[in-house]
């Protein structure tokens, strides 16, 4: 598995997790999802991911 697959999958994963979390439990569940596509966009200009730096550091090659 890539490390773009395995970060599709987390995100995913907590994106899912928490809107249900949101809709069945607490709204406050929905500020997670929120922040995550914040983290997203910023992602986009800025070139850092702090999920694909943790990768990184975590499985050095591949």
């Known amino acids: 598995m890539s ?3 395995l970060h599709d999958g987390i995100v995913g994963l907590i994106i899912t997790l928490t809107v249900g979390l949101g809709h069945y439990g607490d709204p406050l ?5 929120a ?9 986009a200009f800025t ?3 702090p999920l694909y730096y943790t990768l990184d550091r975590v499985f050095p090659k591949g």
């Open 3 to 5: 490390k773009r697959e």
């Open 29 to 33: 569940w929905l500020m997670v999802p």
């Open 35 to 43: 922040l995550l596509g914040l983290t997203l966009l910023q992602s």
């Open 47 to 49: 070139g850092f991911c």
